[in-house]
């Protein structure tokens, strides 16, 4: 038999596919990346966390950051209504090594991150489309088709990293949704946003009303991020195109009025709609998922590029030592696994939490007692969760959220009031 052309074939270029490609290229491995779009396209997901930092040195693009990104050292949560708003900053986390990222416009970091893949040995086909595959004891068969035609390429390995598109997840039905996580989004990129001063710039805020909530994430000098966030049910009873129901979310909050005054649209609105999901498998004998391809839990705390890159860092790994040591691929394969699944459940958890009138409550009543601040924005840097130091104080949040259900151990919010058949205010809790 004929031996795989390919150590390892990726289908997609996006952060997870270009991080696995660049280290296993690195590695000298034989890879292909698989890219469907031609770079740059555009992408939604600006925000970096700090823990990213470090891998981005590892891939060899951390220097590259400046001149593209918005330094960022934390965030802001605050009332639609203007009643509440909290400001955290990295410097404060519990134990972090790492205290600031950056904001990017993702068409230039994506091409970034793809171009190095190139410049470390990868073999890069954008325009690219997978359009069946096989899987033997031995290899892996993908019919493609690009520029050049159709053909048949083969390889030890697949790596997934094709994003909501999942070609993996979709060709073996992995694919589960949360029912309780489906939502819409719209969003868009605008000049004249309001900034605060100094550090404060680069700050990604989270404004929440009652049944919704939005994201302003600054991408360069100019242009900021704007999105909303709010269940597909009510979007559909709407009736409301995303267009208009972004512009009537933002006039009908008091802060996103004052921060958009200003403001005009430099894009489309784009939108997406019931997003969430995890794949029940994220390994088989010759193909792994990583990134989006994997799942998908929500846009709320930017966890999205930076499980893109862990996971991609990891898949990598494993595979390496599959290719080295074949006896370790099943090994090795389930510990990424019960890795990858462990910390989506960690945030799955958070962001369930967040979708809680109590949430918002709490967090923006901040407490240094027993450093539950500083671990809660350790959580939000990037920190996995591993060590029991944050752990048990992560256990005692949510203990308090479940305790202000019923006693308000922190000031609670005004109910919502009613305008223009609007329930945005202030989160009651």
């Known amino acids: ?74 965030g802001e949560v605050a009332t639609a209504c203007g009643q509440r708003a909290v400001k955290f900053y990295f410097e404060d986390g519990f134990r972090l090594e790492q205290r600031q990222a950056y904001q990017v416009e993702r068409s230039v970091f994506d091409q970034v991150l793809l171009d190095r893949a190139r410049e470390v ?69 605008y000049e004249g946003v309001q900034r605060d001063d100094g550090r404060d710039a680069g700050h990604t805020r989270l404004v929440r009303a009652d049944d919704h909530w939005f994201w302003l994430i600054p991408i360069d000098d100019q ?10 049910a009510e979007y559909k009873r709407r009736k409301l195109s995303p267009d208009e129901m972004l512009q009537w979310a ?52 930017s966890t999205g590029v930076f499980l893109a890159i862990h996971s991609g860092e990891a898949c990598a790994g494993a595979i390496d030592e599959a290719l080295t040591n074949p006896r370790r691929r099943a090994a090795r394969f389930r510990k990424y696994a019960r890795s990858l699944n462990k910390i989506m459940d960690m945030y799955l958890r958070f962001v369930t939490a967040w979708y809680r009138d109590e949430f918002v409550s709490v967090f923006t009543m901040p407490t240094q007692h027993l450093q539950l601040a500083p671990a809660i924005n350790a959580v939000l840097a990037g920190n996995l969760g591993s060590s029991f130091s944050i752990w048990w104080r992560m256990q005692l949040f949510y203990l308090v959220l479940y305790l202000q259900r019923y006693v308000p151990l922190c000031p609670r919010l005004e109910k919502p009031t009613q305008r223009g058949g609007s329930t945005s205010g202030c989160c009651a809790a």
């Open 223 to 232: 242009r900021t991020s704007v999105g909303l966030v709010m269940d597909t």
């Open 250 to 301: 933002i006039e009908d909050s008091v802060v996103m009025r004052e921060r958009m005054r200003a403001a005009s649209r430099v894009t489309k609105v784009h939108s997406a709609g019931d997003y969430s999901y995890r794949n029940r498998e994220l390994t088989g004998d010759r193909w792994m998922l990583a990134g989006d391809a994997a799942g998908f839990i929500d846009p709320i705390f």
């Open 1 to 74: 038999m004929q031996s795989p052309t390919y150590d390892v074939a990726i289908i997609g270029g996006g952060p997870a596919g270009s991080t696995a490609a660049i280290t296993l290229a690195g590695k000298g491995r034989k890879v292909v990346v698989l890219e469907k779009e031609k770079f740059p396209r555009f992408h939604i997901g600006e925000s970096l966390l700090p823990y990213s930092m470090s891998a981005l040195d590892r891939l060899g693009i951390r220097d590259r950051m400046p001149p593209i990104g918005v330094p960022k050292h934390g």
């Open 121 to 189: 040995g990868a073999e890069v086909r954008e325009q690219t489309h997978v359009e069946q595959m096989t899987f033997t004891d031995m290899e892996v068969g993908l019919s493609v088709r690009g520029a050049a035609g159709s053909e048949t390429i083969r390889a030890k390995y697949l790596l997934d990293c094709s994003g909501r598109s999942s070609v993996v997840g979709q060709h073996f039905d992995l694919k589960v949704t949360y029912p309780h996580l489906q939502k819409f989004s719209c969003f868009a990129h």
